[in-house]
């Protein structure tokens, strides 16, 4: 399925039918979610789009790779999945009270010994996805989240958009049971959500209202910008992730050949952890370039 052909809104219209309470929770925690999200700009201000517009382009694009599988999917695993997708990234603005009182409670195993220089802005990019989980449990109440339950299994989906271990049966069980008589699939959810934000890479991730691209003067910032800009779409087929790319500047061709390597790691990680740990597939095989 390719991006003109959207599944626009699939998920929020199903959760709709199947159960309005649980679609009633959900608008209400987005209403009072935009405003936290980009926080994150305090933290990083030359950074790409960590706001609700990259929240969305995630939820659009766990659409188009769940596909005809939606009609599986009940009404808490729709939820569990729409709220992960908003929250995923909210350890990125974590106020500085927040980030040292989660920041004991993060296994970091041996990373300060390797990053003895490492930094607020340092630590927090590169454990964004456990702050994020604190993150959710301590603001519970606030988003009106039905049960601890529901609570774990989003913690867990939103930590798993990278790095944590899909394969680990006691983290992603693959029948959670929440309050009601469903079960949620987690290790489902949280490959969906690692692969539709490692997808995320089109020019629109750099929107000219947040950001004066000439102001950048760190290298890595203006290489990931570079990047954004030359990716001018993204086509879904059945099989392959098809990324159309402007090749004018053969610098950043070269940093998103080497991007193009590291999202088909994850293609391949996810695809693995679906297959094996769950009854649904993710049918897209490949991440291929293809120039303007």
């Not at 626009?8 to 979610?33: C, I, K, N, Q, Y």
């Not at 927040?98 to 802005?121: L, V």
């Not at 790095?163 to 079960?183: A, H, I, Q, R, W």
């Amino acid at each position: 399925m390719g991006m003109n052909e959207k599944l626009d809104f699939a998920m929020e219209r199903r959760l709709r039918d199947l159960s309005p309470e649980l679609h009633r929770r959900f608008t209400e925690a987005v209403f009072g979610l935009q405003n936290i999200l980009t926080k994150y700009q305090k933290v990083f201000p030359n950074f790409t789009d960590h706001s609700e517009l990259h929240s969305l382009s995630v939820i659009d694009f766990s659409n188009h790779i769940i596909g005809n599988q939606i009609g599986r999917l009940n009404a808490d695993e729709i939820y569990t999945l729409l709220m992960a997708c908003y929250f995923h990234d909210s350890g990125m603005g974590v106020s500085e009270r927040d980030y040292e009182a989660f920041t004991p409670r993060i296994p970091f195993g041996d990373y300060f010994k390797t990053h003895s220089a490492a930094n607020r802005p340092a630590v927090i990019r590169d454990f964004h996805n456990e702050y994020s989980g604190l993150f959710i449990v301590k603001y519970a109440e606030l988003f009106d989240i039905p049960s601890e339950a529901h609570l774990k299994a989003i913690v867990q989906v939103a930590r798993g958009h990278r790095k944590t271990n899909l394969l680990d049966e006691k983290e992603y069980p693959l029948s959670l049971p929440v309050p009601g008589g469903n079960t949620i699939c987690l290790p489902y959810l949280a490959a969906l959500i690692r692969l539709a934000d490692e997808i995320d890479v089109l020019a629109s991730r750099n929107p000219i209202l947040l950001y004066d691209m000439e102001s950048l003067t760190e290298e890595h910032d203006i290489i990931e910008f570079g990047k954004h800009q030359a990716i001018r779409a993204l086509d879904i087929t059945k099989d392959s992730f098809i990324l159309l790319v402007d090749p004018s500047d053969p610098v950043i061709m070269e940093h998103i050949r080497r991007m193009v390597v590291k999202m088909q790691k994850t293609l391949d990680d996810c695809r693995r952890a679906v297959l094996y740990r769950t009854p649904y597939l993710i049918t897209q095989k490949e991440i291929r370039l293809q120039t303007l």
